[in-house]
């Protein structure tokens, strides 16, 4: 029983301070980073400074229109993945596309840490994509839609996992959505989609949001 | 005490099951050997399942070894491999530090080795090491995990076993999602070490000290199971929970409403991928593959739970 408490103790202790360590080694600009777990943060960090704007945002600034996208899967996920996606590391693992596209929010909530829009892109009143919002963003699909960042180069999937959340962080901060009701609202919105099977439900890791006027 | 009892318990079925090699009448490619944890967990034994029916479409030989998670014998495994001159060795292993050398010698001696499940703290001794995607299958369960909680409330942790370094890697992808929602708050949070009786002990002690508690997030199906007999007994059927594997256990909980959902890791498919690239490196000298490979998991609940057979989902 003892050790058990001695161990939650420990494992508190070894949390925690997480944050300063990082803190410490941001403060040295160009210093080697900590190996191990804990200069994890201050590598991720640093490897989005140098990626985002310059490598990340010029990818996704290529997306492709919603309908052009499904025109493309129509012919098979595997040929529209290798036209136009990047498949995330591993067996079993997801297409991710880049993606953009205009509609009208048929639902949304906006009240879960996670908000949602659901999107009717192509006018059939029936909303076809879902918009993930914010602040808490799932999935690793902005990671994975990018060539550039492969598994092989991190130490091993908690630092891997890092870089997902850090993007999705990133993105999330920069979304702006309106306060107030957004059904029957017109959005235009561009991000990422990742897509197991041509039948998945599009959900939407979205980098740029607006609402129109 | 508890301890002593158990491991004197697992040498005993170490012991009577040491040595299986369960000979399959396709000769001249040699043995493999499969080692893993107890198949007394049956995600385990799944593993050793497919790695063993693979290796015999294949024309292999196997010895089935099992090391309860005792790096000591895990050692001892390896020397009775290497002194049986095997091909390959396909292990789930026994401690992420501690069997780098046990990988090491076997590697000295010219046996590659094939890891599956469990990842250790070296690269380059290993041919391949495949690992479930633990954080991401951990996201999934907690993002689940959340949405039932309906994102408050109190909740427990039961965490796996020190040593198994997948047990420290979805503790840390549950709490990168839950941490994200202030209103869950975390009562309790507890290692069972992997055990079906011990999360009982530990879940009952949980809810007497924390009768408010609305949820269990557990690091893998045993310990899930544990604690829903615990609730059950305690006639707190109102307590949702999730679990990580994705064993046949708790498909039938989720098919009549128990647990809630779990994670599967394609177990039985990891393990036939380990002999064939194998396999291949034995006749070509090279798998053509990275040695680190990650396979996605998949979350079940009451949606896809009839689909699951043996850590599989049919189509």
Not at chain 1, 197 to 209: E, H, I, N, S
């Amino acid at each position: 029983m003892k050790s058990h408490v001695v161990a939650l103790c420990l494992m508190a202790a070894l949390a925690l301070p997480g944050c300063k360590i990082v803190k410490t080694v941001a403060e040295g600009e160009g210093a080697a980073a900590v190996a191990g777990e804990a200069g994890d943060d201050a590598r991720i960090a640093a490897l989005l400074d140098k990626t985002y704007d310059a490598e990340l945002l010029p990818l996704l600034a290529k997306a492709l229109p919603v309908a052009d996208l499904r025109a493309a899967l129509a012919g098979g996920l595997e040929a529209a993945g290798a036209a136009h996606g990047n498949k995330g590391s591993g067996e079993g693992a997801a297409w991710n596309f880049a993606v953009k596209g205009e509609g009208k929010v048929v639902e949304a909530n906006l009240t879960s840490r996670a908000r949602k829009a659901m999107v009717d892109t192509d006018g059939d009143g029936a909303a076809d994509v879902m918009l993930q919002l914010g602040p808490v963003i799932k999935g690793s699909s902005l990671r994975d839609v990018a060539p550039f960042y492969r598994f092989g180069d991190f130490r091993d999937q908690i630092e891997f996992a890092k870089l997902a959340r850090a993007l999705n962080d990133r993105a999330s901060t920069a979304l702006v959505v309106p306060e107030g009701e957004l059904v029957g609202k017109s959005v235009s919105f561009a991000g990422t989609v990742d897509l197991k099977a041509v039948g998945d439900a599009w959900l939407v890791t979205v980098v740029t949001f607006a609402v129109a006027p | 005490m508890n301890l002593n009892r158990r491991l004197f318990v697992g040498s005993l079925t170490a012991a009577v099951s040491g040595i299986l090699p369960t000979l399959s009448f396709a000769q001249a490619k040699g043995i493999i050997a499969i080692i893993t944890p107890s198949h007394d967990n049956p995600f385990f034994k799944a593993e050793a399942d497919g790695a063993a029916a693979k290796a015999a479409e294949l024309g292999y030989e196997v010895m089935v070894l099992v090391h309860d998670d005792d790096a000591n014998k895990q050692n001892e495994l390896f020397d009775s491999a290497i002194a049986a001159g095997v091909k390959a060795i396909i292990l789930d292993n026994a401690g992420a530090d501690a069997s780098v050398a046990a990988v090491q010698k076997a590697k000295d001696a010219g046996i590659p080795s094939f890891l599956i499940d469990r990842e250790i703290t070296a690269t380059g001794v290993a041919v391949s090491q495949i690992v479930s995607n633990n954080y991401q299958g951990a996201q999934l369960g907690a993002e689940e995990f959340v949405k039932l909680m309906g994102e408050t409330g109190e909740y427990a942790e039961l965490v796996g076993k020190e040593s198994d370094t997948n047990a420290g890697i979805r503790s840390k992808g549950y709490a990168d999602v839950i941490s994200q929602y202030p209103d869950l708050k975390s009562v309790a949070r507890q290692t069972a070490n992997w055990s079906q009786t011990e999360a009982y002990t530990v879940m009952e002690s949980m809810l007497q000290a924390n009768p408010g508690i609305k949820g269990v997030i557990s690091g893998n199906d045993t310990m899930a199971m544990g604690a829903w007999a615990a609730l059950e007994a305690a006639g707190r059927t109102d307590v949702i929970v999730v679990g990580f594997d994705g064993s046949n256990d708790v498909r039938d909980s989720i098919l009549k409403g128990g647990i809630k959902a779990t994670v599967l890791q394609p177990a039985y498919a990891q393990a036939q991928m380990a002999v064939e690239q194998a396999d291949k490196f034995l006749a070509e000298g090279a798998t053509g593959v990275d040695e680190k490979q990650l396979m996605d998991c998949v979350l079940v609940n009451a949606d896809n739970a009839a689909k699951l057979e043996t850590f599989a989902l049919t189509a």
